[in-house]
């Protein structure tokens, strides 16, 4: 299976407290992930946030490095993925089930390149059409809790 990874799930490695088995997920599945560039915005959004300092800095070349390691699977919104986009958009409004725009163009990177998003929300993405997997059930405790 191929994945289109969620800002959530990217960003696990930075955590103050990592979760090890969304870690492990990764890891497991490293060459099967993508990532949409909105994904990478997100992130990018975070960090310019944060006040100058070395937290922001490290975050800064962490993001850095991540996008050197997924050269090539970065997915950007295009014009294929815009098409899909207006169509989903049309779907989802006749249904009367909007879903805030960074999250649809997310998901519509993933219908476009036929992939699972995988994310700890899975409710962002429990829409018609799509498909989104959370790597570490809420029913899953996590180690020594």
């Given at each position: 299976m191929r994945w289109l990874v969620d800002t959530d799930l990217l960003s696990e490695r930075?955590?103050?407290?990592?979760?090890?088995?969304?870690?492990?997920?990764?890891?497991?599945?490293?060459s099967e992930c993508y990532t949409s560039s909105h994904v990478i915005?997100?992130?990018?959004a975070?960090?310019?946030?944060?006040?100058?300092?070395?937290?922001q800095r490290a975050l800064q070349?962490?993001?850095?490095?991540?996008?050197?390691?997924?050269?090539?699977?970065?997915?950007?919104f295009n014009t294929s993925v815009a098409a899909v986009w207006g169509r989903q958009e049309a779907e989802f409004t006749?249904?009367?089930?909007?879903m805030p725009?960074?999250?649809s163009f997310i998901a519509a990177t993933a219908r476009r390149?036929?992939?699972?998003?995988?994310?700890?929300?899975?409710?962002?993405?429990?829409?018609?059409?799509?498909?989104?997997?959370?790597?570490?059930?809420a029913d899953d405790p996590m180690p020594g809790a």
């Amino acid at each position: 299976m191929r994945w289109l990874v969620d800002t959530d799930l990217l960003s696990e490695r930075v955590r103050k407290q990592p979760d090890p088995r969304v870690l492990k997920w990764l890891e497991e599945n490293a060459s099967e992930c993508y990532t949409s560039s909105h994904v990478i915005g997100e992130i990018q959004a975070g960090i310019a946030l944060l006040p100058e300092g070395a937290k922001q800095r490290a975050l800064q070349a962490w993001l850095n490095r991540l996008i050197e390691a997924m050269e090539g699977r970065i997915l950007n919104f295009n014009t294929s993925v815009a098409a899909v986009w207006g169509r989903q958009e049309a779907e989802f409004t006749q249904k009367g089930c909007l879903m805030p725009m960074p999250d649809s163009f997310i998901a519509a990177t993933a219908r476009r390149h036929n992939l699972t998003i995988a994310t700890r929300n899975t409710a962002d993405y429990h829409w018609p059409g799509l498909k989104a997997f959370n790597p570490v059930p809420a029913d899953d405790p996590m180690p020594g809790a």
